[in-house]
């Protein structure tokens, strides 16, 4: 089964926290303006730091899902809808035909999307598609309905804050000895498939993997 996202208009701000968050972690007062452009793109790139490792979009969007079959399918007992949570959804089209909301339930921390007959579970028949219009993700940091893990914000707050901390290091410097003082060593990394992002804050978002599916 393969499936294919497309959102017709991407949410413009996808910052896991705030500017008033950082500043509060940082002690610096909310009335110093001096840095808060620097601290604004700290705050996208760790984001989209975190998002990269995660690995899934984070910000809610109204998203078109499409499913279909790959050669040899089965019959699928459930889909899986890829923006979690599902807060809602709009319509499920099954090879051109809208299906009544009292056909199919969908659990939505995972995005399970189960079919129904009378009631009772039942596998998705279908010989060209289904198509989902559902609203997923999380509402960010910011709104008073913010939906986001705060695990997700502290992990973001706590790469914001390595990131002002080497503000003016040398980054290819992984130790330094201070005599008299006492040693001290960096960090040094890159996310991707040859780095990952600093072990504390990969200990931080290990609870909101997901599961990887065979």
């Known amino acids: 089964m393969r499936s294919i996202v497309i959102v017709a208009s991407p949410a413009s701000d996808t910052a896991l926290t705030t500017l008033e968050r950082v500043k509060l972690e940082l002690d610096i007062s909310s009335g110093d303006t001096s840095n808060d452009t620097v601290l604004q793109e700290k705050i996208d790139e760790a984001s989209d730091d975190i998002e990269a490792s995660l690995g899934f979009r984070l910000v ?38 809208t299906v009544d909301p009292s056909a199919y339930r969908y659990d939505p921390n995972t995005g399970e999307l189960f079919a129904l007959c009378n009631g009772y579970p039942h596998v998705w028949i279908f010989c060209q598609s289904v198509v989902v219009t559902y609203d997923g993700g999380y509402i960010l940091p910011g709104a008073s309905n913010r939906t986001l893990p705060k695990g997700i914000e502290g992990a973001c707050v706590a790469l914001v804050s390595s990131f002002w901390a080497a503000k003016g290091r040398d980054p290819t410097k992984k130790s330094e000895d201070v005599p008299g003082v006492g040693r001290v060593e960096y960090w040094v990394g890159t996310v991707g498939e040859a780095g990952e992002l600093p072990p504390d804050i990969v200990a931080r978002l290990a609870p909101f993997r997901r599961p990887v599916v065979a």
């Open 60 to 97: 809610r969007e109204s998203a078109v899902e499409t499913f279909w079959h790959e050669q040899y399918d089965n019959a699928p007992e459930k889909l899986v809808l890829d923006r979690t949570p599902v807060a809602s959804i709009a319509s499920v089209i099954v090879d051109g035909v």
